[in-house]
């Protein structure tokens, strides 16, 4: 698995914890030429409030926006994360459709406890 | 042009973020682009040829990665973005909630029975509980009927609502195999639920012998956890499919013509629903239904079970299934495709600014050309009964078959002459204006289509319309004749 930091895994988990219980996504980024995630930046889930809890989707100009703010700053992108709020943390048929491959992929089970949240974080990644 | 290629696309394009391409459409700068850059082609496309999922083109600010934009001239200062589709939806989740699963339970001939499933590591014992606790409605229990109850019921849902209006008829048995000859003239419902008693008799097959319509259709689905939908009319499917979205339920639609078929799954998760994919029904006449333009034996067998074979995956909560997909069949080529349907922000029913609340203020029978229109001239008819005794007396008249050469193979109409229906209004010289002409087809439905076309091709002689067609008058005068083939 990919070198995660402490900062870049607690963003994602926050970002997830309150989209809960509609999906969060966001990107992951790594400075150039390093090879662990140093920041991750969370993006709007654009899908309608009822279809959220299942689905997400990002407006692609606002990636656009971001990958070019992000180049000036010296950072790459990743790859990306995305939560499934009550369900296993398992990439959907759909997931796996959306992969750019070499990219690496979080996915994020979360569910809720007692006191809070609990998650799971898993990777994946596909190779053409 | 430029193109721009996303950072998260560029270990395809030797790391390139801008690319000039000499060339004035999407197809041929993504042709370019594979050409130069052999490792995108794979990347970009499937072995299929079509662009991957993953793979978005804007020109501008708009999005072209529909193939219908490929061809169209680019201005040259449009700025060309190739970007990824960041997107995906959770695994798929058992529609049935776990208090139902665990209230009930097997005895040993149930696990005898279902042996078979309990074997499979993603049904096991949790899944055929699933199975057993769901509460599934049929609509039709003829064609596509026929295989999704006796499977639904082979495979244990416990409860099975099966409703249909019709009696079994001789032509029925050409592709019902829910129904055999001893069922000839009962309710279809009657002899499903004797063909699910014989199958297993702890299921609870409730049998509604009624016609769906507005008033009765929410009281009859609602509380059930999916929707069959195996009709064979449009004014059914935009019923069911509106009663559906109303009440929260997922839909498996299902159609068979001909040769090919289609499934699909409609309003899960407040997904795209049937009006989505068809936001109208085509006109009036104009696409027979499969009583009037037949279906091969087994299609709706191979239909009908993908169907069941959807509903129990949405049961159990496993697989890829044709959730926003519609899965279309050609049995005659055998082949196969997955059409995606997008979920339309203004739908009338699911959209967000739905306008119709309520089944009962829309008015089904108007939407699908099925009322009885009130034309400036209204077209006159003759039933069987009448036109048999204008036969009888030999009065002077003309009759005219405008069905299609296959069809009267089937049947010959005595003594008419013979224009299909698209050829009309350049032979309406054939026709004598000064004598009555009578249109015949087989359902008394194209032939109204028929007079219409010739009245507005200027023929001004007098028309009339067969009422109810061939099929209504086969049993008056056909009987003696010898017409049959």
């Given amino acids: 698995m990919i070198d995660i930091s402490k900062n870049a895994r607690a963003k994602c988990i926050d970002s997830c914890r309150k989209a809960y219980p509609s999906e969060a996504c966001g990107v992951l980024l790594k400075k150039s030429g390093n090879e662990i995630i140093d920041d991750a930046v969370p993006m709007y889930n654009i899908m309608d409030k009822d279809r959220a809890g299942t689905h997400f989707s990002v407006d692609?100009?606002?990636?656009?926006?971001?990958?070019?703010?992000?180049?000036?700053?010296?950072?790459?992108?990743?790859?990306?994360?995305?939560?499934?709020?009550?369900?296993?943390a398992v990439p959907s048929g759909e997931d796996l459709e959306h992969m750019v491959p070499g990219l690496t992929y979080l996915i994020i089970s979360i569910t809720k406890a007692e006191n809070g949240f609990n998650e799971e974080i898993k990777e994946y990644r596909i190779d053409i | 042009m430029k193109v721009y290629i996303s950072a998260t696309l560029r270990n395809f394009f030797e790391r390139n973020p801008v690319l000039e391409v000499p060339k004035s459409n999407i197809r041929d700068i993504l042709t370019y682009l594979t050409d130069e850059y052999v490792e995108s082609k794979k990347v970009l496309f499937d072995a299929d040829g079509n662009l991957r999922s993953f793979v978005q083109i804007y020109a501008g600010d708009e999005n072209w990665t529909d193939k219908e934009f490929w061809d169209k001239v680019l201005d040259d200062n449009t700025?060309?973005?190739?970007?990824?589709?960041?997107?995906?939806?959770?695994?798929?989740?058992?529609?049935?909630?776990?208090?139902?699963?665990?209230?009930?339970?097997?005895?040993?001939?149930?696990?005898?029975?279902?042996?078979?499933h309990l074997l499979l590591k993603d049904i096991g014992v949790k899944g055929q509980k699933r199975i057993k606790a769901a509460r599934v409605v049929v609509v039709g229990a003829g064609a596509l009927g026929s295989p999704v109850i006796q499977y639904l019921a082979a495979a244990g849902v416990g409860t099975i609502k099966v409703i249909d209006f019709d009696d079994v008829s001789l032509e029925n048995l050409q592709s019902q195999v829910l129904h055999t000859s001893r069922d000839l003239k009962r309710p279809k419902v009657a002899s499903a639920k004797d063909k699910v008693r014989n199958i297993n008799r702890n299921i609870n097959l409730e049998a509604e012998n009624v016609k769906l319509e507005a008033d009765n259709i929410v009281s009859e689905i609602d509380g059930y956890d999916i929707v069959i939908d195996c009709t064979d009319n449009y004014k059914a499917r935009y019923l069911i499919n509106d009663a559906c979205v109303l009440c929260g339920i997922p839909l498996v639609f299902g159609a068979i013509y001909q040769f090919e078929g289609q499934v699909g799954i409609f309003n899960l998760n407040h997904g795209p629903c049937y009006r989505c994919q068809f936001p109208a029904p085509p006109e009036a006449g104009l696409v027979p239904t499969c009583s009037e333009g037949g279906a091969i034996s087994p299609l709706p067998g191979i239909i009908g079970s993908i169907q069941a074979n959807e509903a129990l995956k949405l049961i159990i909560g496993i697989g890829e299934h044709l959730d926003g997909k519609l899965l279309v069949v050609d049995s005659l080529n055998l082949r196969n495709r997955i059409v995606k349907v997008k979920k339309n922000n203004n739908c009338p029913i699911c959209g967000g600014h739905a306008v119709i609340t309520k089944v009962e203020d829309f008015d089904y029978e108007e939407f699908c050309g099925l009322k009885e229109v009130e034309e400036e001239i209204p077209i006159e008819g003759f039933t069987p009964e009448e036109l048999a005794k204008r036969i009888e007396n030999g009065d002077q008249m003309t009759l005219v078959d405008v069905r299609e050469p296959h069809e009267r193979a089937i049947m010959r109409f005595p003594n008419a002459i013979v224009i299909p229906i698209g050829q009309l209004a350049r032979r309406k010289n054939e026709l004598n204006p000064e004598i009555d002409t009578i249109f015949i087809c087989r359902e008394g439905k194209r032939s109204i289509l028929a007079i219409n076309t010739l009245r507005e091709a200027g023929y001004a002689g007098p028309m009339y319309n067969l009422k109810g067609g061939i099929e209504a008058m086969k049993d008056i005068i056909f009987s003696h004749e010898g017409a049959w083939l």
Wanted: charged residues 35%; glycine residues 8%.
């Fill in chain 1, 60 to 88: 692609p100009y606002e990636l656009y926006k971001l990958e070019k703010e992000m180049e000036t700053k010296g950072y790459d992108i990743a790859g990306f994360y995305h939560s499934h709020p009550d369900c296993a």
């Fill in chain 2, 79 to 116: 700025e060309i973005l190739l970007l990824p589709a960041i997107a995906g939806g959770a695994p798929v989740e058992s529609i049935i909630p776990d208090e139902r699963r665990k209230s009930v339970s097997f005895d040993d001939a149930e696990v005898e029975r279902f042996g078979r």
